[in-house]
């Protein structure tokens, strides 16, 4: 079993930025599909953005232009960043490993946009 810690969530103004952080345990980090997904209240989760092992990326049309995420398989670790940040990106972000039948969740970390 994988897991997976998120950090770097807090309460950021409008227009501000933040940069997540997702930290994997194990062996299978680098061959693993890593994604971030958020989730409010009464609401799906959804995805944001996600990264193949092979670097290759997709994101959300709502963020597209402003969140980048990246992967540091030296140091397990897949980021989110954040920029130009909006009030409705408030949410729950989740991190996620996927690899052949392994799903994985970290405990999510809330991010608050607000001024």
């Known amino acids: 079993q994988v897991q997976l810690v998120e950090s770097g969530g807090g309460l950021v103004q409008p227009g501000g930025s933040l940069r997540l952080s997702c930290a994997a345990s194990g062996s299978i980090f680098s061959i693993a599909a890593m994604g971030w997904y958020r989730q409010v209240p009464g609401k799906q989760r959804e995805l944001v953005a996600a990264i193949t092992s092979g670097g290759s990326t997709n994101y959300a049309d709502s963020v597209k232009g402003r969140f980048t995420i990246s992967r540091d398989n030296a140091k397990n670790t897949v980021y989110l960043q954040m920029n130009s940040l909006k009030p409705e990106d408030t949410a729950v972000y989740y991190c996620?490993?996927?690899?052949?039948?392994?799903?994985?969740w970290g405990q999510g970390t809330q991010v608050t946009v607000s001024s």
């Open positions: 996620n490993l996927r690899w052949r039948t392994l799903d994985s």
